[in-house]
């Protein structure tokens, strides 16, 4: 079934209440204050059940000045909005900011309601249509159907109810894909059940049991009930009004303001850049600098208002612009906002984000003000090349689709063409594929591969660098698994050669220097003169006046070489030849002796106790032999 969210707007008084209860039945007053003064002050909501049989949910926003901002939040997530205008009154100050607002949150879909015409006569009434009428003629509502009605003897309700069945039926449903978003309007604690918030849910789905990160702060939660329209169901999607019960957290640590995310698929940020329009009907010209107070979703942030080509703005112009803010704000591309002068609050503009984790800009530069021009209004491929130019990390397409707000789709297509003209590369993983500005990958390569080349002069015994040690040092931005995925890129690109846990310059190769070489054969020649009783490594290095840093280089090379292997002593060693012929020897004794004494591998390989002991260490931790009291056996 589709589900369409409809808001009201209008000036304070001017029947917006009444009228939804005349529509639903239900009264958006809830809070005591609200009876008392006959206002509306916080968001209210009901649901509409339509003669068609499809609902829609209303949100009741208050039309009294000082409760602007509880306007906003509700009016960020319609489909439709219901202007509401007094027969007897006609167009207020209200009226006209609200209407400022529908614009720059480009809400397109309305309905005017002329209410309480049982208080005024016929030429009366056809006044104020045609002034309402000529009123938005110069706004986003031009041309919306104006219908007469009284909530009190229910004069022109049929009919519009009526014509919102239509618009519903004519308004595409929000599509539930991409990553959650739910901006929380509203938070209350149910006892028995803990926290709840509510809001429209703007992208995604949420279900029972799903893990959601609120930000900006970081918290996690588990929702353990949902709500649509007061009915319990299993999972909630784009477009509904829903009402999340979260688990773990306590209603004190959660705000209207706060976004319902997947964990870890936003990063609040304190700088955005933005298309910022103000209003013709502002009062003055806004100054780069000046602070202003800024509604997104369902927040309201303090910030300043950085001009990149200016030093004031002047009303009706329209220009780029970045927004640094005093606290961290949740938004996505392509997202609406409001900014109201910081004193006196005064509806001044608004706009569109276009990067919401900018980095912060020079101003007067051409190229960033093209820069910008190209994220708004860029190609696919423009803005998935733009977005990983220059940005050191790889990115599979679902980042991408979030990060410039593209669907996924979208950037499926988009990369293949960017990969088969190399503008970005592809890294193929077990998973899904990752991708990087191909000027960023070449750099990579190039440096890794100039960093191997290093590594190798200053350490010329060892198979190569580190792939741990070169991540932590130089990558510390890709995780390790994606790592080994740009390595083996790399290598089949012949920048690298790769082991299993080193890479190293294609040039270098086993041979060594001559100089290196010599050493190495000398101790090895003092290992296999020894048989099966060669000095320790400390008397080998002592006799051969070899500092121990770099007689370590040598052991380790010898080792992995093969040449050498380790006893169970830490210093003792069996040239691999000797260590070959000892297990031989002991296998083939036991093969035709059920057990093997120490005693008797002493006098078998003609050595003493003190080699004996961990070369069987040794052949037990391979599972050659296997101890049984004081004797071996065969495994």
């Known amino acids: 079934m589709k589900h369409i969210v409809i808001g009201t707007a209008g000036h304070v008084d001017h029947g917006k209440t009444l009228l939804i209860k005349t529509l639903t039945g239900m009264d958006t007053d809830r809070l005591k204050e609200e009876k008392e003064r006959g206002i509306s002050i916080e968001l209210g909501f009901a649901e509409l059940k339509l003669p068609s049989g499809k609902q829609a949910g209303i949100v009741d926003v208050p039309g009294h000045e000082r409760f602007i901002k509880n306007m906003l939040a509700g009016v960020g997530g319609i489909d439709l909005v219901m202007l509401v205008i007094a027969a007897d009154e006609g167009v207020m100050p209200q009226t006209r900011e609200h209407v400022d607002i529908i614009q720059l949150l480009q809400v397109k879909k309305g309905i005017v309601v002329l209410t309480k015409v049982d208080l005024v006569d016929e030429d009366w009434l056809e006044l104020v249509t045609e002034e309402v009428r000529e009123y938005l003629q110069g706004t986003s509502l031009r041309g919306a159907p104006i219908i007469p009605v009284s909530s009190t003897t229910k004069q022109g309700i049929p009919e519009l109810l009526k014509t919102i069945d239509q618009f519903v039926e004519d308004t595409e449903e929000r599509v539930s894909i991409g990553k959650l978003r739910l901006p929380v309007d509203r938070v209350f604690s149910v006892t028995g059940f803990g926290t709840v918030v509510t809001g429209t849910l703007l992208s995604g789905r949420i279900s029972l049991g799903d893990t959601v990160e609120i930000t900006p702060q970081g918290l ?313 009783q060669p000095p320790s490594w400390q008397e080998i290095i002592k006799s051969n006046k070899i500092k121990v840093t770099e007689a370590q280089e040598y052991l380790q090379y010898l080792l992995r070489t093969e040449k050498l292997v380790k006893l169970a002593d830490e210093e003792l060693f069996f040239a691999a030849e000797h260590y070959r012929e000892a297990k031989q020897m002991i296998i083939g004794y036991l093969s035709q002796n059920r057990e093997l004494s120490v005693a008797q591998t002493r006098d078998l390989l003609n050595t003493s106790r003190k080699y004996i002991l961990p070369l069987l260490e040794t052949l037990d931790r391979e599972r050659v032999t296997r101890r049984v009291g004081d004797n071996r056996v065969l495994v």
């Open 220 to 532: 996690t939660s588990r929702i353990r009930s949902l709500q649509v329209h007061g009915k319990k169901v299993e999972q909630a999607r784009a477009g509904q009004r829903t009402a999340v019960n979260l688990t773990g957290v306590e209603v004190e640590e959660v705000h209207r303001g706060n976004v319902l995310v997947t964990p870890g698929s936003v990063d609040p940020s304190h700088r955005m850049d933005v298309r910022l329009l103000l209003l013709e009907s502002a009062a003055k010209p806004l100054k780069n600098r000046a602070r202003v107070r800024l509604y997104l979703g369902t927040d309201e942030i303090l910030g300043r208002v950085r001009l990149l080509d200016r030093e004031e703005l002047g009303p009706g112009e329209e220009i780029y612009a970045q927004l640094e803010l005093e606290e961290q704000a949740v938004a996505g591309k392509g997202d609406r906002f409001v900014i109201r002068s910081y004193s006196p609050m005064r509806t001044i503009g608004g706009g569109t984000v276009i990067d919401a984790n900018a980095a912060k800009h020079k101003r007067y530069r051409p190229e960033v003000l093209e820069a910008l021009a190209t994220k708004e209004m860029g190609s696919p491929e423009e803005l998935i090349a733009q977005f990983l130019a220059g940005k050191q990390g790889l990115f599979s397409d679902e980042d991408i689709a979030t990060g410039i707000g593209l669907a996924l789709g979208e950037v499926n297509v988009s990369v293949q063409k960017l990969v088969e003209d190399q503008q970005i590369k592809r890294i193929v993983s077990e998973k899904k594929d990752l991708f990087a500005s191909w000027q960023v990958y070449e750099d990579w390569g190039k440096n890794i591969q100039q960093l191997a080349k290093q590594y190798h002069l200053e350490y010329p015994l060892r198979e190569g660098f580190p792939k741990e040690e070169m991540r932590s040092r130089k990558f510390s931005f890709i995780n390790s698994k994606s790592f080994q995925y740009l390595l083996q890129s790399l290598a089949a690109e012949g920048y690298i050669k790769l082991s299993d846990k080193t890479l190293a310059h294609p040039s270098v190769n086993e041979e060594l220097p001559e100089v290196y070489q010599k050493t190495v054969n000398s101790l090895l020649a003092i290992v296999q003169q020894g048989g099966f």
